[in-house]
């Protein structure tokens, strides 16, 4: 499975962006594909999930609200709308995927990862 990222970029506080995950290769029935990212000097951390072949979805506290995860099965991409971006946005963000897996935050449970793709939120 290969995972590319794209869409991010530099956008002031209160904007918008949208994440997309174009997923190739290996496609699996059930799984999940999910948003992460790191800030500088922070670890890894769990943003958005979507089950691949339900829809079913969530999200980090910190951003329940404000972004939202959806899937095209058709296109094999995922995307991550992120809406009033703050500051505290700013990181790397990276698309995984995981065949079998529900829903987990947990980033170890995930085989499968895309380069990331740098959003910085401006004050």
């Known amino acids: 499975?290969?995972?590319?990222?794209?869409?991010?970029?530099?956008?002031?506080a209160g904007g918008s962006l949208r994440l997309s995950c174009a997923v190739s290769g290996r496609t699996f029935s059930s799984g999940t594909v999910a948003w992460f990212r790191q800030a500088p000097g922070k670890e890894r951390e769990f943003v958005?999930?979507?089950g691949w072949s339900t829809g079913s979805t969530n999200y980090a506290d910190s951003v329940?609200?404000?972004?939202?995860?959806?899937?095209?099965?058709?296109k094999n991409t995922?995307?991550?709308?992120m809406n009033s971006?703050?500051?505290e946005?700013?990181?790397?963000?990276?698309?995984?995927?995981?065949?079998?897996v529900w829903?987990?935050?947990?980033?170890?449970?995930?085989?499968y990862w895309g380069q990331g793709t740098l959003v910085?939120?401006?004050s």
């Open 1 to 12: 499975v290969q995972l590319q990222a794209s869409g991010g970029g530099l956008v002031q």
């Open 48 to 50: 958005s999930g979507i």
């Open 64 to 74: 329940k609200g404000r972004f939202t995860i959806s899937r095209d099965n058709a």
């Open 78 to 81: 995922v995307y991550l709308q």
């Open 85 to 87: 971006l703050k500051p």
């Open 89 to 100: 946005d700013t990181a790397v963000y990276y698309c995984a995927a995981a065949a079998g």
């Open 103 to 111: 829903l987990s935050t947990n980033r170890r449970m995930y085989g």
């Open 120 to 122: 910085t939120v401006s």
